[in-house]
C-alpha cells in the first residue's frame, strides 16, 4: 500500500503567516486530497483533486503537487485554521491517510 | 442536502460482535459508494472497505478481512458495518463516508465511539 507522510507532525502559526502543509507518497498518485479535522468531530473534505477547494472553503486556502510531493498553503493564517489536516490518496488501493499535520495557533 | 447518520456509541465485551449503521439522506444511496474508516484516539485514519449502494458490491482492506463485513439496505438506503470477535484493538470511532469518484471522501457521518471492555 502506498504510504503517506505528513510534515510537519505539529506546527503553529501566527495570524497572517503563510503556512504550507506537505505530503510525500511512497509512490507516486494522481491526485491527493486533504482534510480538516477538529477535535471530536469528523473530517471535512477540504481539498480534492489536488488543488480544488471543497464547497465552503475560503480561497486563502490551496493545493499544488504532483506524483510524490504535495502541498497544502494557507495564505494567511487565521484563528479558525487551527486544527488537524490530513492528506489522503486514492489512487491506489487500498486508500490510504497521512498520519496529519496539527496547525495551531501561535 | 447530503447527511449520513450513524448509530449511537456502543460499548461491547471482548469477543462479541457489533453492527454499526449509517443512513443516509439527500442524495442517490444506490449510485456511490459507501467507505467505513476507522480512527483510534489520537492516531490516524484507516480505510477498512467500501461497499456499492447499486448491487452490495464490497471491497475490504487486506488487514479488516474477517474483522468487517459490509452491506447494504437499498430501501431504507442505510450501509452497515458489522464488526465481529471485538477485542481491545478494536476499541476506535468508526466513520461511515461517501466515496465520491475521483477517490475523495466528500461526506462524512459524525462518527461512533466502540469502546471493548469487559
Known amino acids: 500500500e502506498i504510504v503517506l507522510t505528513q510534515s510537519p507532525t505539529t506546527m503553529a502559526a501566527s495570524p497572517g503567516e503563510k503556512v504550507t502543509l506537505t505530503c510525500r507518497a511512497s509512490?507516486?498518485?494522481?491526485?491527493m486530497h486533504w482534510y480538516q479535522q477538529r477535535s471530536g468531530a469528523s473530517p471535512k473534505l477540504w481539498i480534492y483533486?489536488?488543488?480544488k477547494l471543497a464547497s465552503g472553503v475560503p480561497n486563502r486556502f490551496s493545493g499544488s503537487g504532483s506524483g510524490t510531493s504535495y502541498s497544502l498553503t494557507i495564505n494567511s493564517m487565521e484563528t479558525e485554521d487551527a486544527a488537524t489536516y490530513y492528506c489522503?490518496?486514492?489512487?491506489?488501493?487500498?486508500?490510504?491517510f497521512g498520519a496529519g499535520t496539527k496547525l495551531e495557533l501561535k | 442536502e447530503v447527511q449520513l447518520q450513524q448509530s449511537g456509541a456502543e460499548l461491547v465485551k471482548p469477543g462479541a460482535s457489533v453492527k454499526l449503521s449509517c443512513k443516509t439522506s439527500?442524495?442517490?444511496?444506490?449510485?456511490?459508494?459507501m467507505s467505513w474508516l476507522k480512527q483510534m484516539p489520537g492516531q490516524n485514519i484507516e480505510w477498512i472497505g467500501n461497499?456499492?449502494?447499486?448491487?452490495?458490491?464490497?471491497g475490504y482492506n487486506q488487514k479488516f478481512k474477517g474483522k468487517a463485513t459490509l452491506t447494504v439496505d437499498k430501501s431504507s438506503s442505510t450501509a452497515y458495518m458489522d464488526l465481529s470477535s471485538l477485542t481491545s484493538e478494536d476499541s476506535a470511532v468508526y466513520f461511515c463516508?461517501?466515496?465520491?469518484?475521483?477517490?475523495?471522501?466528500?461526506?462524512w457521518g459524525q462518527g461512533v465511539m466502540v469502546t471493548v471492555s469487559s
Open positions: 483533486e489536488t488543488s
Open positions: 439527500g442524495y442517490t444511496f444506490s449510485n456511490y459508494y
Open positions: 463516508a461517501r466515496h465520491y469518484y475521483s477517490g475523495s471522501l466528500d461526506y
Open positions: 489522503q490518496q486514492g489512487s491506489s488501493y487500498p486508500p490510504t
Open positions: 509512490s507516486s498518485v494522481s491526485y
Open positions: 461497499i456499492y449502494g447499486g448491487n452490495g458490491g464490497t
